[in-house]
Nanobody, 124 residues
Framework: QVQLVESGGGLVQAGGSLRLSCAAS????????MGWFRQAPGKEREFVAA????????GYADSVKGRFTISRDNNKNTVHLQMSSLEPEDAAVYSC?????????????????WGQGTQVTVSS
């Protein structure tokens, strides 16, 4: 079983930055593909970014490419999402997700483990 706990959300002005963190329990973190998803009110949950077990492969949604960076620290069982140049459209509940394997899907229904989410609010 994998438990995920997010932190780092909050209120930021448009153009600002935030860094989200996700701490994972268990001894198998380095075997997990990690990802971030977000869900705004009235919208479906959408893929934001993912990173493979080693950190050597990363993927991003087109809407965040060049602004967001996903990273992981396998020694600390954590994954981060550095968000820059935030826009009001980025406001959402951001959730950390995990799955075993070597690649990932952008379909949230295919991810096995989820955190409770952290709110990101961007003021214009």
């Amino acid at each position: 079983q994998v438990q995920l706990v997010e932190s780092g959300g909050g209120l930021v002005q448009a153009g600002g930055s935030l860094r989200l963190s996700c701490a994972a329990s268990g001894r198998t973190f380095s075997s997990l593909v990690m990802g971030w998803f977000r869900q705004a009110p009235g919208k479906e949950r959408e893929f934001v970014a993912a990173i493979n077990w080693s950190g050597g492969s990363r993927g991003y949604a087109d809407s965040v490419k060049g602004r967001f960076t996903i990273s992981r620290d396998n020694n600390k069982n954590t994954v981060h999402l550095q968000m820059s140049s935030l826009e009001p459209e980025d406001a959402a509940v951001y959730s950390c997700a995990a799955q075993y394997g070597y690649s990932w899907s952008e379909d949230p229904s295919l991810w096995a483990y989820w955190g409770q989410g952290t709110q990101v609010t961007v003021s214009s």
